[in-house]
């Protein structure tokens, strides 16, 4: 009988042994997937270098698509200034403004700045309505029909 208490010892220390084994190889396998901080800018600098390249092939969808992942991986300003400037050049004048002064809110120092501020001023410019555009009020017509009042 006292070799079946042994039997069931051991067979319980292997047991918990294998368990605590295998608990260590899930900790590792988990750990290699941890991206570290030096992997997220090494990720957001690839993104980035890939808008520059479709934006000097004027591939605008395909560069805000990178642009937009760098900035997630790396919030960094300067993405934001460059994702307004795809969206002035794709025409889309509201979110290029929206953008610019996002930028502008983050980072109001450089030269990056100093054109954003420029394109703030001309977005807005543009937005308004002309003097010429403005729909006169309802004035009298200068030749009037002739009347039979005479």
């Known amino acids: ?3 079946l208490f042994r039997l069931l010892a051991v ?6 042994l294998a368990t605590s084994a295998h608990a260590q190889t ?5 750990s290699k997937h941890v991206v570290t901080g030096d992997k997220l ?3 957001a600098e690839v993104a980035k270098e890939g808008g520059r390249q479709k934006m000097a092939t004027r591939l605008f969808a395909a560069a805000a698509f990178e642009y937009q992942s760098a900035y997630e991986l790396v919030p960094h300003p300067l993405m934001l200034y460059n994702l307004a400037q ?3 050049l794709q025409g889309k004048e509201d979110r290029a403004l929206e953008l ?4 502008l809110k983050e980072q109001s120092t450089g030269d990056a700045a ?3 501020r420029s394109y703030v001023r001309f977005l807005e410019a543009k937005a308004k309505p002309k003097e010429k555009d403005k729909p ?5 017509d200068p030749d009037p029909e002739p009347t039979d009042e005479s």
């Open 136 to 140: 006169k009020d309802a004035l009298p």
């Open 41 to 43: 800018k090494e990720r």
């Open 100 to 103: 610019y002064k996002r930028y």
């Open 11 to 16: 067979g319980t220390l292997l047991c918990l």
């Open 114 to 116: 100093d054109f954003a």
């Open 26 to 30: 899930d900790e590792e396998k988990a």
């Open 1 to 3: 009988m006292f070799w």
């Open 86 to 88: 795809v969206a002035r």
